[in-house]
């Protein structure tokens, strides 16, 4: 997956590859490795390419395996700076100064130049290209994320969180979108628990947390399992609902029925993406 040093001509490698596993990311990412290994980490190959006669001239190049597209994505649009500049590399790519990154099926790349001369820059998307366009596989983006209604999505604003989704521990991750809707904002988010018995716990931790910390409104008996209405000091109003194995929920400024038919919507999805599962 590397490129051939003949394709970077007046280039040689400085440093690597060197490889890293999960028991030893942290030698190389120190404080950052948590946050890889939540997103389901397998490898890393480091190699710092370096311009000959020059060797303060260098180009880091780091190939991150996260073991599933799902994975990839959720670690990259994590990262993403919201100043980042798009980039036609694998599935989504940017760079912002002088720092790239990518993601494309399991594979998540990283670069950065040492310096901002043309050069420099120039090498290192010519790096993230070939690398990307090395990645078996396709550009779609995880199916789970099919199960978001189209109305109203605000592109590229969904997420995949590893874990703690909301912050909160009984919800073991999950995805996270923003809608818009005559510019009314809410986001709408579900959380897999592998099972309808750990989602009718998960719903029941969900209900005693916002009757400590908000205000529970009212039971919600139409959308999928039931739920509640609630309002929340830092979220908004919103609604949470269980739908067999999953949490669904949907929080902001949107009005009680645009919530409603979005979450509807979205256990729909939920619905039909088990069946394709």
Partial sequence: MLPV??????WNIGAGPDDYLPENLYEYIDGAAPRYLAYGFRKLVHVRYELEGDPLSSVRLDIFDMG?????????????PAEA???????????????AAAWKDRIYVQGEADDDRTAVVSVLDRLMSWVCGEVAGDNSLPTILA????????PQSERYVAVDLLGHA????????????????????FSDLGSEALAAEAMA????????????????????????QFSDPGLGSGIVVGTSHFVAGIYGDLPYDAQERLLDQLIVGLSSSERAY
Avoid: C, N
């Fill in 147 to 154: 199960s978001l209604p189209s109305e109203g999505l605000v």
């Fill in 68 to 80: 599933s597209r799902l994975g990839a994505f959720g670690l990259y649009r994590s990262l993403k």
């Fill in 205 to 228: 931790q969900f209900r005693t947390h916002q009757s400590q910390w908000g205000v529970v409104v009212r039971d919600v008996r139409t959308i999928g399992a039931g739920g509640f």
């Fill in 170 to 189: 009984f919800l073991p991750g999950g995805v996270l979108a923003t809608y818009d809707m005559a510019g009314d904002e809410a986001r709408l988010f």
């Fill in 5 to 10: 040093l003949s394709s970077l001509e007046g």
């Fill in 85 to 99: 500049v798009p980039q036609d590399w694998g599935a989504e790519g940017h760079r912002s100064g002088t720092v």
